[in-house]
């Protein structure tokens, strides 16, 4: 098993981590509505001093040509800057991509928008989704996964996630950024000067692995941070909803570029902690490393490597989490924060984190990479708390296949949200 996964791995990582030489043919976007007219170096500029602005706002759009959507689907398409909220409820700045098609929208009400996070892409600035969109680099896998909602009709807003502005550092599986940047694209996109998305429009959420960790992130934050959007229902594939436990099973694996991004992430996003005093001279290099690659060269880099290679002391995970920092707050205790499926309920339960609306979950039946205790501890802590949840984990693939081999249901999941159907759930 892990040798297929390892070789489909490094076959798209060949055919896909080089520049991007021979795009594929797309719809020509649009011309520049007035005021959307930024260039590429004002929507990556690092973030001012002090952000102003409400979560959502939006700062500055292009129009842009997503060449790495197949399909040539008649599109609208931006990449857009705006405002949102980090895990520490300060404004922070952020990017991504917005697409509309162009084909009338003949559905009920208002077009409804996907609220899309990518699966894991790199932490160096050119892994941004919206620059692969764009055909500025090509590490990413996920084009297909978009054409089938813009196909479906459906507007899709694509964010990169928290930490892809110039001089930055992606602060990977940070749940808090992660989810409100997912909802505050939503509020962007309905802001373009020219656009055609209304305030009325439905909302789905989606994402694979990273994103499904950050759509249930979504999912969790929408009742109390986002409270006007209209999210009807949220799929997510291939979740690490416990980090602790992922990191156990990643730590001198094959996949071990995956927790080395998360842990220079996890810094990104609390650098009061405990860290770079902690290196040794290889770890100090492995820093540098994750800030330089994207997703296959990242795996390649950290191939078997282990957490206790990069400190002075050898540090083990247990010793890692024990660390405190200001205020005595521990590693693991920060870790802890990011673990999916604690304080969730349905409405009016009066839990942390309220879910009105249907909940997608999958995972592939050969899952090598994400625990399979953790993907299904998930699961049962948002049935137990008595959300609508329908769980499938019967696909015939691995953990990077069955992102594409549950494309399908995860559109049809989400079209039949916006029409109004409802969902059982298998719990």
Partial sequence: MRVRSLFSTAVLGVALAVP????????????????????????????????????????????????????????????????????????????????????????????????????????????????????EYV???????????????????ATDGVGYLSGQVHTYMVGANAGHALLDIVRASRQIPGGSLTAD???????????????????????????????????????????????????????????????????AAYPEMPFTELMNERGARAVEDVRSHCLFGTLAVFLGARVEDFSTGRLTLEQIYALRGPGGVTWGELVDRQRLGVGVGGPSSGARYEIGFPVFQYRGWFEEIIPHETEDATRQRYCAAGITTTWKNTYPAEHLTTDWAAARDVTDFLTDRFAGKPAEGNC
């Avoid at 409400?54 to 931006?78: E, F, H, Q, S, Y």
């Avoid at 559905?107 to 609220?115: E, I, K, L, N, Y």
């Avoid at 590490?139 to 807003?157: P, Q, T």
């Fill in 20 to 135: 991007a030489a021979a795009p594929q043919a797309a719809a020509a976007p649009a011309a520049a509505p007035a005021g959307c007219d930024a260039t590429d170096a004002d929507i990556y500029a690092p973030p001012p001093g002090t952000v102003q602005g409400d979560p959502g706002d939006l700062l500055a759009c292009r129009p842009v040509k997503l060449t790495n959507i197949p399909g040539d689907v008649p599109m609208r398409a931006w990449k857009v800057r705006y405002v949102s909220t980090d895990a520490k409820g300060a404004r922070n700045v952020v990017t991504g991509t917005v697409a509309i098609p162009t084909a009338p929208w003949t559905g009920d009400g208002s077009r409804p928008t996907v609220a899309f996070n990518p699966g894991t892409l790199g932490s160096a600035e050119r892994c941004a989704f919206s620059k692969q969109l764009a055909g």
């Fill in 139 to 157: 590490d990413m896998y996920e084009g297909g996964n978009l054409n089938l909602f813009l196909r479906a009709g459906h507007a899709v807003a």
């Fill in 201 to 267: 429009g439905d909302v789905g959420i989606s994402g694979y692995s990273e994103g499904g960790a950050a759509a249930l992130w979504g999912a969790q934050l929408a009742a109390s941070y986002a409270p006007e959007l209209n999210v009807v229902g949220a799929a997510a594939g291939g979740v690490p909803g416990d980090l602790k436990v992922t990191a156990k099973q990643l730590n001198g694996s094959l996949f071990a570029g995956f927790l080395a991004d998360a842990l220079v992430g996890l810094h």
